[in-house]
């Protein structure tokens, strides 16, 4: 019999309920899979000691820390409001409202990444302290505050396919007076070019803007020439769907990528020299 812990089986149920390019069997039976074969999640077993630090500093870190607060005040705010945006979708959709009217209620239900997930990349970026940051799906700006508030020295920049919701982001920023996130709108494949030009080096990466294979490759080989060894690549629903597999297969076996941590619900890369071979890891959370 397989114990789950509680957060996780809440986290499974939302992806089930919001992902229909897996059926629901199938999602179960990759989410059974990843939790046996998963290291515990509390660093037991962990011989690197990059991956030991981050797990027990970063993953398991309890503190509670103020910008949760403010964020997930943000959250509840959103999901109270009844405002229709008419959205424009580059990527592959959202897993359970297809229609392009969507409320601001709606999108913040069902396309923002869950609290758990969100305190995550607060804490790494806290941590870390990357001093430029990239995020590519702005969404309601929820994830985006998170990552500005963890380091409010960092320069940063998200990007937004839709005008519509990219203007609701425009104005939490404002709200949460956060000064130091520069969002740029439009479709990736036109932007993104124009985005790394501009950019000598980027430190933080989070890529949630397009749940398709060929694009995820595509956006991940574009910020290839600004990356460094201190570099992290963090990407989203890595097993939404076989296209997104595919995905996070082909990068976590790039030959710049020197150790990969699957958390199920996100893939985690770093470029580390002092991985002599590629190490990866998948971890309970």
């Known amino acids: 019999m397989v114990l789950f812990k509680t957060t996780s089986v809440l986290h499974f149920i939302f992806y089930i309920l919001y992902s229909t390019v897996y059926n629901h069997l199938q999602i179960a039976t990759k989410f059974t899979s990843y939790y046996l074969r998963a290291s515990n999640g509390r660093g037991h077993g962990i011989h690197s000691p990059f991956v030991f630090d981050f797990v027990t500093k970063v993953l398991n870190d309890k503190k509670q820390h103020p910008a949760y607060d403010v964020v997930e005040a943000l959250r509840r705010k959103l999901r109270m409001e009844r405002e229709v945006l008419i959205v424009e979708d580059f990527g592959a959709g959202s897993g359970i409202d297809r229609s392009s009217r969507r409320t601001v209620s709606s999108i913040a239900r069902h396309a923002a990444k869950p609290e758990k997930y969100g305190k995550l990349l607060y804490r790494m970026v806290h941590y870390y302290q990357p001093q430029t940051i990239l995020e590519l799906g702005t969404s309601l700006g929820i994830t985006s505050s998170y990552l500005s508030m963890a380091n409010p020295k960092a320069i940063m920049t998200t990007m937004e ?65 600004r990356i460094n060894e201190l570099t992290i690549v963090v990407l989203d ?41 590629q190490q990866h890891f998948t971890i309970r959370f």
């Open 237 to 277: 629903d890595i097993h939404w769907s076989s296209d997104m597999e595919e995905a996070w297969n082909t990068i976590k076996t790039h030959p710049a990528v020197k150790c990969s941590i699957d958390l199920f619900f996100m893939g985690i890369i770093f470029f580390r020299k002092d991985f002599r071979e």
């Open 161 to 225: 396919g839709s005008s519509a919701i990219a203007s609701i982001a425009s104005r939490n920023f404002r709200d949460l007076q956060l000064s130091n996130i520069k969002i740029v709108e439009g479709n990736f494949d036109t932007t993104l070019t124009g985005v790394i030009d501009k950019s000598s080096s980027l430190d933080f990466i989070f890529l949630d803007g397009n749940h398709r294979r060929d694009p995820t490759i595509r956006y991940f080989n574009s910020i290839l020439p």
